[in-house]
């Protein structure tokens, strides 16, 4: 029986993310297992179009396993080894995600596009009619078997920027082949629930240390310093409020009737962040300028002044 056909992949940024680490970093090709879930998902109609949208199918990797090597399931004809299966799955690391979905390939320096091998790999695992799971939300006993495929590659040639390719796959029986599907990076949004439990800032804008003390400097340039901090205080405070209301509590608010509201706010408080930081990479780049033109100066002097003694003997 053909496997159901699915509308789109999902992943969370860091779970993609997190493999194409695992695969950057191995010294050669990898694969490893997808675990997650397939929702039968019924889009909800806004309009009074009588038209209603059909009831789609979406796999959401949440979790995956990467044992560094190939053929870490499979034998070299591409025939998966169920011994070598049920040990992978058999990891304590595995107890939140207990559903596998399908798996993965990361080739280097080859054309993102499945081989021989990883049809065969395919072909054998979407047959274990053991592994199947149900499908969530599902009307009546929907059970969907581990077909997904992801497979990523590097470039063939060297470049200057590391980039890596990948693309989605569901497998189908019924034709024996390989169908690609859109692949849904999920990072934030209402479309973010089940893949973030929690989130707290790590990085908080810093506020600058205003040291008001006498210094030595001269009253022009004690001054002109003053005024800058006064402005970006200023500016600070205008962001602090800017900001006010935005604590971790409410980002609950993303998710509901109240998250196109609240995220055109979110959206302008980062464009007041941005204007804050490319206001002071233009101070730095100044300060870089007239760091760099008294530094030639007083080369130039330097210059001058050995001229001068050598002229005197």
């Not at 049920?86 to 081989?115: A, C, E, M, Q, Y």
């Not at 003390?213 to 004690?222: A, I, L, V, Y």
């Amino acid at each position: 029986m053909d496997e159901l056909p699915l509308h789109k992949i999902s992943i969370s940024g860091p779970t993609l993310a997190s493999i194409i680490q695992r695969f950057s970093t191995s010294p050669g090709a990898v694969d490893g297992l997808l675990f997650g879930h397939v929702t039968y998902v019924t889009p909800s109609t806004l309009s009074d179009d009588s038209a209603s949208e059909s009831s789609t199918l979406v796999a959401t990797i949440t979790g995956f396993l990467c044992p560094g090597t190939i053929n870490s399931f499979y034998d070299s004809t591409g025939a998966v080894e169920l011994h070598s299966l049920r040990r992978l799955l058999s990891d304590p690391v595995l107890n939140h995600h207990p559903s596998l979905i399908g798996w993965f390939s990361g080739r280097r320096k080859t054309h993102p596009r499945p081989s021989m091998r990883e049809f065969a790999v395919a072909v054998s695992l979407s047959s274990m009619t053991q592994l199947a799971f149900p499908v969530k939300n599902a009307p009546g006993s929907t059970n969907f078997n581990p077909c997904v495929f992801l497979l990523l590659a590097s470039p063939l040639s060297d470049q200057s920027i590391h980039t890596h390719e990948y693309r989605a796959y569901q497998f189908r029986r019924g034709t024996e082949s390989f169908d690609p599907k859109s692949m849904d990076i999920v990072n934030i949004g209402p479309a973010f629930r089940g893949h973030y439990g929690s989130f707290s800032p790590i990085a908080p804008f810093p506020a600058l240390a205003c040291d008001f003390r006498n210094s030595p400097m001269s009253e022009d340039r004690d001054e002109r310093i003053l005024n800058q901090m006064k402005k970006f205080s200023k500016d600070q405070r205008e962001l602090d409020m800017g900001a006010d209301g935005f604590d971790v509590g409410s980002l609950n608010r993303l998710v509901g009737s109240e998250a196109a509201s609240y995220t055109s706010g979110l959206e302008d408080l980062y464009e007041k962040m941005l204007v804050k930081i490319e206001n002071l990479a233009r101070q730095v780049e100044r300060s870089s300028a007239r760091v760099l033109e008294q530094f030639k100066a007083e080369k130039r002097n330097d210059k001058q002044h050995t001229s001068l003694l050598d002229s005197d003997y």
